[in-house]
């Protein structure tokens, strides 16, 4: 059993930058972020696989998040810049025993997830 614990969400104003990080109790293989705003679908934000360190965005994300490991430290985590109110959101850490690759494959082969951490981006 992994368990992961998310620090580093708050309020922020639009335009500022956050960074969240995520320390798992275990090994594993893949770990990414995900977030859920009210009233809306889960949404992939970025995936890390932790060997090689290759890297997956969702389309909302791109360009503005960064994804980041510390093999070291067992951390991951996601530089935030640019962040706009639709960003609000739960963001939650995700973790997979597999090497996963693509962004599909992320979606579907989580296998822990943390409680998550609110990300609150005021106008």
């Known amino acids: 059993q992994v368990q992961l614990v998310e620090s580093g969400g708050g309020l922020v104003q639009a335009g500022g930058s956050l960074r969240l990080s995520c320390a798992a109790s275990?090994?594993?293989?893949?770990m990414g972020w995900f977030r859920q705003a009210p009233g809306k679908e889960r949404e992939f934000v970025a995936g890390?696989?932790?060997?090689?360190?290759?890297?997956y965005y969702g389309d909302s994300t791109k360009g503005r998040f960064t994804i980041s490991r510390d093999n070291a430290k067992n951390t991951m985590y996601l530089q935030m810049a640019s962040l706009k109110p639709e960003d609000t959101a739960v963001y939650y850490c995700?973790?997979?025993?597999?090497?996963?690759?693509?962004?599909?494959?992320?979606?579907?082969?989580?296998?822990?997830w943390g409680k998550g951490t609110l990300v609150t981006v005021s106008s």
């Open positions: 890390i696989t932790w060997s090689s360190g290759s890297t």
């Open positions: 995700a973790a997979s025993l597999r090497i996963l690759r693509g962004v599909s494959a992320y979606v579907n082969g989580m296998d822990y």
């Open positions: 275990g090994r594993t293989f893949s």
